[in-house]
């Protein structure tokens, strides 16, 4: 089993209320693959500029994610910056560089083509699509965007939409794209859209999942010294879909429990600044989590009016 | 069993985007006796005007509400105005008029001084104190509160913590206290200042226990239509604490199911302007709420790297 990644390697330069870090590894595909590598091979498809070295490929080493699929172009990787509010809840784009990003173009080997699994993480929606049209039918597919996208590339993000199995939003992008408030609304007007299955990520406050049949809250680790939360989305995403492509052989792939994967790694992702977290992780203290979050929310039953009461 | 409640009774005026009433009946002792009144029993204690009639008591009927402690006084009725911004999530006080609850002191009969519970509901810190000083040890004591009191009587609050079983504060109101940004630091540390176990409420978001020994988290219903959140924390710790005094015989009153059922007549609250909606809810009706939300977040196990798996 394997996941087919798609998304971008960035160097972020992040303001918190706490600190500040400058052209740091960052990128939707690089918290994703790191997440996900706890789980399942991936095999990833980016592009990095001639300022990606040693240096940061060593942050993914002794993990299990193939970089056959890394194209080296001529120019700079990616750059983002960002500044976070004093609650650590919302932020502001301080500037977005595409560099290398600006001609990438998929184009995938056979062996990435059989991957089980494939998720494009937040890239242009045209570039998903690109990747779509190339692959067979997998057995999961997924996709994240952002708000840029639902808002200059509306049509191309709901055609998507329709073409994978799976679809993650944040709360903020939830809104923008049903034109609802309420969350509830948005998610069950999103699978109007054409979802097949849905989750809302709420940052701290959790995820929603949604389809036809089903209503699931995941909540979020209490984490009490969050340093950054850049990526946090990401991971969580890692978590969720490398645990679905572990256990896509199995009878039920337990979605429940994948995303409580995904809480998991979000929450360790959001414990310093740059992915550093997420690839020293080791199983013992990603079960210690999962099964820390789980058991948050369990109620074996609700007794009722068993000894009379009024009303 | 019953609940000794001390709260406000108020006429309310209302602004949602969606619509606006006027002068309805509300105040935190209204919303709490109701969602309380379908676990248990509720004597009140509160204070209204000579514009409080038969046509707001007629919002009672036929629930096990005592109102042998409602002090009638000449004057008006307490009367509060709120307007909610587009998310419902956040609201300004549009004006405040005390009337009768300027002079209220509440004396407790001796029937009153026997209830198994007491529960004080957001009203002056100086007026909480007076009820704990007049009871007997009661089986549990349970206290809520708001930004006002805890900017103006800190020092009043902070006892008050100390003096009860539980507190309750919504997200604002733990950070204004704590000083802390993030809740499950802010959780901590309201512990650390003296109460023994504490729920934060989080409106859509839901709501956190914390005590030394136990951390929970409690969804909400994801309602569909919110039409009016006034009072939501109210019936929220009347669907709470009236599970609790109706458990409270028990060996182990179950607290995490006490916080659901708290959760379902919030959800109910919030689905109508006024308390109209609580007062007219079934067993059948909450039965099944109250599994709906249970249902939101239970995840039997996580099996975890069974086949193999890699990292």
């Excluded at 590894?25 to 994703?32: A, V």
């Excluded at 799976?166 to 408030?181: M, N, P, Q, W």
Aim: one cysteine or more; hydrophobic letters at 45%.
């Amino acid at each position: 089993m394997s996941i087919l990644a798609v998304g971008s390697i960035a160097f972020d330069t992040i303001k918190t209320p706490f600190g500040t870090a400058e052209s740091i590894l960052g990128g939707s595909l690089t918290y994703f693959s790191l997440a996900a590598s706890h789980f399942t091979d991936v095999k990833l498809v980016a592009v990095v500029g001639e300022d990606f070295g040693e240096e940061q490929l060593a942050a993914f080493a002794g993990r299990p994610i193939d970089f056959a699929g890394l194209e080296r172009a001529a120019g700079k990787t990616f750059r983002w910056g960002g500044e976070y509010n004093l609650n650590l809840n919302s932020r502001e784009t301080l500037f977005t560089e595409l560099n290398v990003f600006g001609d990438f173009h998929p184009r995938l080997s056979a062996a990435q083509r059989e991957a089980s699994t494939v998720f494009l993480a937040n890239i242009h929606p045209a570039l998903q699509h690109e990747v779509l049209d190339q692959i067979d039918r997998p057995r999961l597919t997924a996709v994240d965007t952002m708000n840029l996208w639902i808002e200059r590339e509306r049509d191309a993000v709901l055609e998507l939409l329709r073409r994978v199995d799976l679809v993650l939003l944040s709360d903020e992008e939830a809104r923008l794209l049903s034109g609802e408030i309420q969350l509830p609304r948005a998610g069950r007007k999103i699978l109007e859209m054409g979802a097949r299955q849905l989750i809302v990520k709420k940052g701290e406050n959790g995820a929603l999942f949604f389809s036809p049949q089903e209503r699931f809250f995941c909540p979020a680790h209490p984490v009490e010294d969050v340093v950054d939360p850049t990526g946090a989305g990401d991971a969580f995403a890692g978590g969720l879909i490398g645990y679905l492509d572990h256990a896509a052989s199995w009878e039920n792939p337990p979605l429940r429990a994948a995303m409580i994967c995904g809480a998991a790694l979000a929450s360790f992702g959001v414990e310093d600044f740059s992915p550093r977290r997420l690839a020293l992780l080791n199983r013992r203290e990603i079960a210690e989590r999962i099964e820390a979050i789980r058991g948050l929310t369990q109620v074996p039953r609700v007794p009722l009016w068993q000894t009379g009461g009024t009303g």
